[in-house]
């Protein structure tokens, strides 16, 4: 089950992060506008003999870089937690706060970019410079076998992260890419209002995800 994750744990950046100063200058900012708010590298959540890591982009301003906790507080966390129920992959309900009570089940879930970025777009350095953290994680998992990318940065950086070359794997909704005898890296447009409201993603198109990744892990 769930485990809480904390920052500077391995795989985690500490809570006070300078090292992306576009990034750590925005979080400062967003402090003083709103000091109720986590307004930090946000922290992976889920168990932590997970078999799979599903990784997105980064937090939303008004998601997870206020709640503290990914994918919590936002329409793609709303899509994303009800599948991931639906699937067994969760316990208790999702109440779009970090103390709702709910759990993880087999399942752990981080960003590439830890920070929430401006416009929600992080710069090609900044998905570098956070890659340690995310190479971290993924070896903090012994059981890891599957990794879900949601959106093609999430799977580049994933691909860069364990050593893989871009080009060999290509970003392509509802694919799975074998890497290596133990790792399968399966691949999602990213589960934004943005990606939903157009219909490039649509619940079932997500939930045909899950249902690969079901079989996959049987």
């Not at 709103?34 to 889920?46: C, D, I, R």
């Not at 937090?59 to 990914?70: C, I, S, V």
């Not at 590439?112 to 998992?141: D, G, M, S, Y």
């Amino acid at each position: 089950m769930s485990t809480n994750i904390h920052d500077g744990e391995p795989g985690e950046p500490p809570h006070d992060c300078t090292a992306c100063t576009r990034l750590s200058a925005f979080r400062a900012a967003n402090a003083q506008a709103h000091p109720g708010w986590f307004n930090g590298p946000v922290p992976s959540f889920g168990s932590s003999d997970a078999a799979m890591l599903i990784v997105g982009l980064a937090p939303g301003l008004q998601g997870a870089n206020k709640t503290g906790r990914p994918f919590t507080g936002d329409y793609a966390g709303d899509l994303l937690y009800r599948t991931l129920e639906k699937f067994g992959f969760s316990v208790g309900r999702y109440g779009g706060h970090a103390d709702d009570g709910l759990r993880l089940r087999n399942c752990m879930i981080t960003n590439a970019v830890r920070c929430v970025p401006p416009q929600n777009k992080p710069t090609t350095q900044e998905a570098r410079i956070c890659r340690r953290f995310l190479c971290a994680r993924i070896a903090a998992l012994p059981r890891l076998t599957t990794i879900l990318a949601l959106g093609r940065i999430a799977h580049d950086s994933t691909l860069s992260a364990l050593g893989h070359r871009k080009s060999a794997f290509k970003f392509a909704h509802g694919a799975a890419h074998k890497l290596d005898k133990r790792l399968t890296l399966f691949d999602s447009y990213h589960c934004s209002r943005y990606n939903t409201n157009t219909r490039r993603l649509t619940p079932k198109m997500f939930e045909e995800v899950f249902a690969s990744i079901s079989r996959h892990l049987r």
